[in-house]
Nanobody
Framework: QVQLVESGGGLVQAGGSLRLSCAASGRTFTSYAMAWFRQAPGKEREFVTA????????YYADSVKGRFTISRDNAKNTVYLEMNSLKPEDTAVYYCATDRAMYRTWLVTTKNEYDYWGQGTQVTVSS
């Protein structure tokens, strides 16, 4: 059974930083791209960033480019999201997810291309 467990969320002031972690189990973690999505109250879940299965390619939504960094440690089956210069509009529940296809050679941004999801971690940025 695949499990994804996010941690690291919390309350931070605008301009601050947080680091989210997502620990994966139950699947060959190193064979799948990973992504972070977020969902603010009353809004659709949106793509934030993704990293390839080898960790050598990343892609970011325009809204977080230059502020957020995704990385993965395949030895620890963990993916990270470093968030800097946080803004109130970054407030949301953040979810990690695994690509449904093994060894995909390109990164995808749509929710239906990801088949396993964590329970989410709340990030709140105060102004």
């Amino acid at each position: 059974q695949v499990q994804l467990v996010e941690s690291g969320g919390g309350l931070v002031q605008a301009g601050g930083s947080l680091r989210l972690s997502c620990a994966a189990s139950g699947r060959t973690f190193t064979s799948y791209a990973m992504a972070w999505f977020r969902q603010a109250p009353g809004k659709e879940r949106e793509f934030v960033t993704a990293v390839s299965w080898r960790g050598d390619s990343t892609y970011y939504a325009d809204s977080v480019k230059g502020r957020f960094t995704i990385s993965r440690d395949n030895a620890k089956n963990t993916v990270y999201l470093e968030m800097n210069s946080l803004k109130p509009e970054d407030t949301a529940v953040y979810y990690c997810a695994t690509d449904r296809a093994m060894y995909r050679t390109w990164l995808v941004t749509t929710k239906n291309e990801y088949d396993y999801w964590g329970q989410g971690t709340q990030v709140t940025v105060s102004s």
